[in-house]
């Protein structure tokens, strides 16, 4: 029997509004798997989400799921943890979304160290809004709103995270199907914040306005920059110019959150 | 060669996008009026990747 995704998506969500060869759809299984292969019950899994293309996502997930504003999909999942501290909270959300809007709820949350595992779908674009450039839009690259090419330097969500306390982050691409399953499956074990960025394919807003000329050619792209980090320690900065490093990035254990909360709630009662 | 599985296409949730036909390591897929279909089922070796990278839940493969 072929992997049964649709017992873990609302019936009749499908065929989904993502256009023809968006990754989205590549990470949703991946997280579908992940999911399975912890044993997460549907009941005791809270989704969420802010607003864009990546954060329509929960809609067709078929557990507690919660799309809210743009950009605080980290604010509401951190009210939803501290609220329910057994709960597996997920997040899923874009780059736009997740390091523009919400840049300060994102790096605050990682600061925190609270048990949640973020899936931040980055495909260098605001999709949904219409193409807008995003900090991931590489320098030079053509958004709806650099039609001249984009000045702006871009930001590394994994190395922001790392910088902002993240305890668990990783990093993969839709080509890599298999890896965003076993990554994300990583980070919902991991106890504290777990950061997953999944690079990848917009072709609808981002490829067509940079020389992709069909959604092919930017998975064959995501194939060629991703360089696993065993990989990269034996590479000089000149093999490694315009790659990207995929795996696990960064790992420590830290004090949790909704923990350290608890011992405050009891210091509280003593006092 | 026989199939080493049984590719299910959902026609209603495919959108043509060719990324499982480009990434078939045997050529089983091809296109056809932008939806995929099985041309050459026998050279199957079940190795899912079609599976994996169709972003649309249209393809599913059975092994045998």
């Known amino acids: 029997m072929a992997y049964d995704y649709e017992k873990h998506i609302r019936a009749g969500k499908l065929p989904h509004i993502w256009c023809p060869g968006c990754g989205h759809g590549i990470a949703m299984k991946g997280l579908i798997r992940a999911l399975d292969t912890c044993g997460l019950e549907k009941n005791n899994t809270a989704i969420v989400s802010g607003i864009g293309c990546a954060s329509r996502l929960p809609g067709y997930m078929d557990y507690n799921t919660l799309h809210t504003a743009h950009g605080r999909a980290a604010a509401f999942a951190t009210g939803v943890k501290m609220s329910k501290p057994e709960m597996n909270v997920i997040v899923v959300g874009g780059d736009g979304d997740g390091t523009a809007i919400g840049g300060n709820h994102f790096i605050h949350a990682c600061r925190r160290n609270i048990d949640m595992t973020y899936v931040i779908l980055n495909n260098y674009i605001y999709g949904m809004t219409g193409g807008q450039f995003s900090p991931c839009t590489p320098t030079g690259h053509k958004a709806s709103t650099t039609v001249y090419g984009n000045p702006d330097p871009?930001?590394?969500?994994?190395?922001?995270?790392?910088?902002?306390?993240?305890?668990?982050?990783?990093?993969?691409?839709?080509?890599?199907?298999?890896q965003i399953d076993k990554l994300i499956a990583e980070g919902i074990k991991h106890k504290g914040m777990a950061i997953i960025e999944v690079l990848d394919d917009c072709p609808t807003t981002y490829g067509r306005r940079n020389k992709f000329r069909s959604v092919v050619d930017m998975m064959k792209r995501l194939k060629e920059i991703a360089v696993p980090v065993a990989a990269a320690s034996k590479m000089t900065a000149e093999q490694l110019e315009g790659k990207v490093l995929t795996g696990v990035l960064y790992k420590e254990d830290k004090p949790e959150y909704t923990e350290q909360y608890a011992q405050v709630i009891e210091r509280a009662k003593g006092a | 060669m026989s199939a080493k599985a049984e590719i299910e296409i959902i026609e209603r949730y495919c959108k043509g996008c060719s990324i499982c036909v480009e990434f078939c390591p045997t050529k089983v897929l091809e296109m056809d009026a932008f939806v995929v279909k099985v041309a050459n089922a026998d050279a199957c070796i079940a190795c899912n990747q079609c599976e994996l990278r169709c972003p649309d839940f249209a393809i599913k493969v059975h092994k045998l």
């Open chain 1, 154 to 178: 871009i930001f590394d969500i994994s190395k922001l995270a790392i910088g902002a306390g993240a305890t668990f982050v990783a990093r993969t691409t839709a080509f890599h199907a298999t």
